[in-house]
């Protein structure tokens, strides 16, 4: 197990902004989780991708399967919460909360982080993936983009996370892509990328992670 920490970090060009931490798919850090933090840093956001597999990566399925099943939980854990800690204190980000997004395997652990860590995550968006745990002593906001067709993550996965955060009070946005499937935001899995819903996808997300996670650049509200 090679969880030491390592990631992928990128600002925007004015050299600051508020946090974002990016958890990638069962595929690892791949260079499209990469190109995630670049498009965030491009919007104005400090983007950090804890690479929760250690350096390794899968192309196929089967392979994802057995790397993750390969992986300990618990290193994982710590490395999620500290990632958040440590985009936190970054110098060029404010001394606020933050904002997680996450893919399939890593939405899950984004939802996860945001009950772990309720003072440091104010925002949290998940791609296709769910977390059944008690949402009671959660801080943030969240939207979830799912696919119509989904093998991993089926409509009762859906309507229970949401019934969960609901009932915990917390600003909930959830929305459906037609005829599309898990990983239809992810460019590098022709088979199942739909570019309109990805873009779409990316619209709102931007525009959440702007009303939700503070810039430091004013002290309202």
């Given at each position: 197990?090679?969880?030491?920490?390592?990631?992928?970090?990128?600002?925007?060009?004015?050299?600051?902004?508020?946090?974002?931490?990016?958890?990638?798919?069962?595929?690892?850090?791949?260079?499209?989780?990469?190109?995630?933090?670049?498009?965030?840093?491009?919007?104005?956001?400090?983007?950090?991708?804890?690479?929760?597999?250690?350096?390794?990566?899968?192309?196929?399925?089967?392979?994802?399967?057995?790397?993750?099943?390969?992986?300990?939980?618990?290193?994982?854990?710590?490395?999620?919460?500290?990632?958040?800690?440590?985009?936190?204190?970054?110098?060029?980000?404010?001394?606020?909360?933050?904002?997680?997004?996450?893919?399939?395997?890593?939405?899950?652990?984004?939802?996860?982080?945001?009950?772990?860590?309720?003072?440091?995550?104010?925002?949290?968006?998940?791609f296709y993936g769910a977390q059944d745990v008690d949402f009671e002593c959660a801080d943030a906001a969240y939207l979830g983009h799912f696919a119509e067709h989904?093998?991993?993550?089926?409509?009762?996965?859906?309507?229970?996370?949401?019934?969960?955060?609901?009932?915990?009070?917390?600003?909930?946005?959830?929305?459906?892509?037609?005829?599309?499937?898990?990983?239809?935001?992810?460019?590098?899995?022709?088979?199942?990328?739909?570019?309109?819903?990805?873009?779409?996808?990316?619209?709102?997300?931007?525009?959440?992670?702007?009303?939700?996670?503070?810039?430091?650049?004013?002290?309202?509200?």
């Amino acid at each position: 197990m090679a969880n030491a920490g390592t990631g992928y970090l990128v600002a925007p060009s004015s050299g600051r902004g508020p946090g974002v931490l990016v958890l990638h798919s069962w595929w690892g850090l791949t260079p499209f989780f990469r190109s995630v933090c670049d498009r965030l840093a491009d919007e104005g956001f400090v983007a950090l991708a804890p690479d929760l597999h250690g350096g390794r990566t899968a192309d196929l399925p089967d392979e994802a399967e057995r790397l993750l099943a390969e992986i300990d939980p618990n290193p994982t854990a710590a490395l999620v919460l500290s990632s958040t800690a440590t985009l936190r204190s970054l110098p060029v980000t404010p001394d606020g909360p933050i904002g997680v997004l996450g893919f399939s395997m890593g939405a899950s652990w984004a939802l996860w982080a945001s009950v772990r860590a309720a003072e440091t995550v104010s925002a949290v968006v998940a791609f296709y993936g769910a977390q059944d745990v008690d949402f009671e002593c959660a801080d943030a906001a969240y939207l979830g983009h799912f696919a119509e067709h989904d093998e991993f993550v089926d409509d009762n996965d859906i309507a229970l996370l949401e019934a969960n955060l609901r009932l915990c009070r917390r600003p909930v946005e959830f929305h459906r892509y037609p005829g599309t499937g898990h990983w239809f935001f992810e460019s590098d899995r022709p088979p199942a990328h739909d570019a309109a819903a990805a873009e779409l996808a990316w619209d709102r997300t931007i525009d959440f992670l702007r009303r939700h996670v503070p810039s430091g650049e004013s002290s309202t509200g």
